[in-house]
């Protein structure tokens, strides 16, 4: 009997880091069960295939509790053991001020960075315990080492990730599922646009390359590293920096970088 590929589930696949990650766990010989909201994620798929993976796409809102359970029902009947999770799906809010924002958009963005990884982990968690085996990858960012003007609700909430990811990886010692943060710089992504920040310094300023990005996100969490900074020397030097920089002086340096023009 031929031996069954090991199955890796991504969120938020259609293009970026998720789309980058994807195609590493692709390379690698692993089957891919994909998700993202728009068609895109059918396209990610075909191009997915290509490099001799079966890819499995899913397109639902990962917004809500529906879209977040249904992509884990439609994981969970393959009855394949999932053998890696990225949890990376994720929006941005900038291009203004706490006061200029809209309550509705930043209500979105914690369901899908916050509510939404917990939701997904929950279910992955619980699936791979069982199994004594398991990786998991949550994408946080550089922007939960530092306050966030300008991107007042983000920033927060990628610091929920990078503590969950810390917390559960303590909890999870000793069960074979091992958990890793990825904290990316800017990088080059639809990610800023989307979150309309065209207007910012960090916008329009030259970013890490997201191959560059994924494939340290990737072999971080292939070698069991609890977090790793994504991007270049600058970048990583960056993250470090912020250990020991006072919270005053980096939401300074930040309000600088996120400020509309
Ligand atoms: N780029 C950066 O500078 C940067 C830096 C630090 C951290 N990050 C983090 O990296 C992660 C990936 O971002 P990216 O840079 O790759 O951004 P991106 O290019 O905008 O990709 C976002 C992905 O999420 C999917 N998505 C967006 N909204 C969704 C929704 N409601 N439901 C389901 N899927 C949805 C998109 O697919 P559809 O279009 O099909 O919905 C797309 O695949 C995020 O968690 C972000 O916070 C990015």
Redesign the pocket.
């Known amino acids: 009997m031929a031996e069954q590929r090991s199955l890796a589930m991504i ?9 980058e990650m994807a195609k590493l766990f692709a390379k690698d010989g692993y089957d891919l069960a994909i ?4 068609d ?2 059918f396209e990610a798929a075909e191009e997915l295939q290509k490099l001799g993976a079966e890819v499995y796409p899913h397109k ?4 809500t509790y529906e ?1 977040v359970e249904g992509f884990w029902k439609f994981v969970s009947d393959f009855k394949r053991p999932v053998e890696a999770a990225v949890l ?5 809010i900038g291009g203004g001020s706490f006061l200029e924002t809209s309550l509705e958009e930043e209500m979105r963005l914690i369901s ?2 916050i509510t939404g990884t917990v939701h997904t982990a929950k279910r992955v968690v619980k699936h791979m315990v069982p199994n004594g085996r398991g990786k998991i990858l949550i ?5 939960a080492t530092t306050p966030t003007p300008y991107e007042t609700v983000y920033g927060p909430s ?1 610091s929920f990730g990078f503590a969950f990811a810390e917390s559960l990886r303590e909890e999870l010692r000793d069960t074979g599922v091992t958990v890793t943060a990825l904290l ?4 080059d ?4 646009d ?1 979150a309309g920040m065209s207007n910012t310094q960090i916008g329009s300023s030259s ?1 890490n390359d ?1 191959e560059l990005v994924a494939k340290q996100g990737y072999e971080a969490l292939m070698d069991d590293v609890d977090h790793v900074f994504g991007g270049d020397e600058k970048t990583k030097k960056e993250g470090e920096g912020n250990r020991t920089t006072s919270e005053t002086e980096k939401a300074a340096i930040h309000a600088e970088k996120t400020r509309p023009r």
Do not use: M, Q, R, Y
């Open positions: 969120t938020g696949a259609s293009s970026g880091l998720g789309f998700t993202g909201s728009s895109g994620i639902a809102d990962a917004a879209g990376n799906v994720g929006i941005g899908i960075n994408v946080s960012s550089i922007s990628k990316p710089g800017a990088t992504t639809n990610f800023h989307n970013k997201k």
